[in-house]
């Protein structure tokens, strides 16, 4: 059985002002309501630890955007795995669309930093997902394929265990536009078949994959009731305490 994990990716918005604000919200939320679902923030860094803070009194999680794949040194701008774990980060984000398109990530670099963080404790969300155009021409399988074997490689079956992949088309992204539930839960199988061949059956059928791109209150329902869909990775909505904790509600409703 998956436990369902509902992730908010707040990207470069919400300060430690509004973060402290937010997470408070999501927070009191937490306090007056059951559940079962594992939930996670991923702040911004200078935001993190008082959003950890806040979530010291529930079990709301918290997590990181991104992470470098050096101990320490003369990396400047960097964070590294330690200085996440001290600041309370269960979860971090590795290889989002946005890293790569802005930050010129590669398959290799984000394969490092995967490496890196399951080494080190900490549980990485791997993103892969196809640009429009690739699944315009019917590439989107062998997008996904190449990028979800090359960000794995080296990592074990014991390590997996503390693996979650979102899968997130690019064009859904910030855009409004959804993956259909059919279409969703075709990528998340197959993503599942990969793993499988990689490993094994008992640790593909363990690791959770969320959807990202475009969740919220009104489409939640339908992704997540997809039996290979085991959670969300949620930009815009999860900026709206209101939105957020509702799709956290929808995926309390949904029993696999
Ligand atoms: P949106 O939910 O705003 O489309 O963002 C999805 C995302 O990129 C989460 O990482």
Redesign the pocket.
Known sequence: MRKFLIAG?WKMNAGPVEAKNLAGEINSWAKDNSFKSEVVICPPYVSIPFVAKEFRSTECKVGAQNVHNQDNGAYTGEISTSMLKELECEFV?VG?SERREYFEESDELISKKTLKSLTDGLKPIV?VGEKLDERKSNSHKKVVKYQVEAALNGVSAKQAENLVIAY?PVW???TGETATPEQAQEMHHFIRSLLEEKWNKGVSDSVRILY????KPGNAKELLSQPDVDGG?????SLDSGSFTEIISISESISK
């Not at 990202?212 to 969740?215: A, K, L």
């Open positions: 990716n984000i989002h993103c997130e859904a992204i910030g990202g791109g475009s969740m990775l949620i930009g815009g909505a």
